[in-house]
């Protein structure tokens, strides 16, 4: 089975633009959640989309957001870019969330550098 | 909210030694606690998870224990080899809302 994929792997933006980030998951996965990695701030939710619909949100600010399309891949939209924002965004799938259901399991990551 | 401290931040060994990674939280509500290791430029890839009906769970040279009771869970790898060199990472969650908190993580180095 395929694992996790992300497109694309490395993008350069500078400050101002916005930038939409996608997300494959595992086939059958339901369960999409993303992830900020920063040397600084480690390994921060950012949010996770089941069925289409965000059920959970990290403390990011409004300019960070997704959505989830019928078939489960997920993108994530940053808008309005900061020098801030450049890191490795991690996207992670899991079967559906319940009991022994819920291992996520991450892809490769999207590396953001923001100029 | 959930916090998860994790310590040590650095790990260095001799191969063969064995290697513990130690974790606290705060939510009593969480439930699931998974280890991930990454090595560097890579994605987190997960090693070992438990869940909060389970004190210890075992997979070869890897077994994580966990003290639901001082909010406390680790790691313990044996007879360490050079490629278990990477960073761990401890998470914990509540099931079921597919939120992982992370620690800080831990690098280690096993020394050939």
């Known amino acids: 089975k395929a694992g996790v994929t992300q497109t694309p792997r490395y993008l350069i933006k500078t400050r101002g633009q916005q930038v939409t980030l996608s997300c494959s998951p595992i086939?059958?996965?339901?369960?999409v959640s993303w992830y900020q990695q920063t040397p600084g701030q480690g390994l921060q939710f950012l949010f996770e989309y089941f069925s289409e619909t965000q059920r959970n949100k990290g403390n990011f600010p409004g300019r960070f957001s997704g959505r989830q399309f019928s078939n489960s891949r997920s993108e994530m939209n940053v808008s309005t870019l900061e020098l801030g924002d450049s890191a490795l965004y991690l996207c992670?799938?899991?079967?559906?969330?319940?009991?022994?259901?819920?291992?996520?399991?991450f892809g490769p990551g999207t590396r953001l550098t923001v100029l | 909210g959930e916090n998860v401290e994790q310590h040590p931040s650095t790990l260095s060994v001799q191969e063969g030694d064995s290697a513990v990674i130690k974790c606290t939280y705060s939510d009593s509500a969480s439930n699931y606690f998974p280890w991930y290791k990454q090595e560097l430029g890579k994605r987190p890839q997960l090693i070992i998870d438990i869940r909060s009906n389970v004190g210890e769970k075992k997979d070869q040279r890897i077994a994580v224990t966990l003290n639901k009771t001082a909010k406390h869970f680790s790691l313990h790898i044996t007879e360490t080899q050079p490629e278990d060199s990477a960073v761990y990472f401890c998470a914990a969650a509540d099931l079921g809302f597919q939120k992982l908190v992370f620690g800080t993580g831990t690098r280690l180095l096993v020394s050939p």
């Open positions: 086939s059958g996965h339901r369960s």
């Open positions: 992670a799938s899991s079967l559906y969330p319940g009991y022994n259901t819920d291992t996520q399991y």
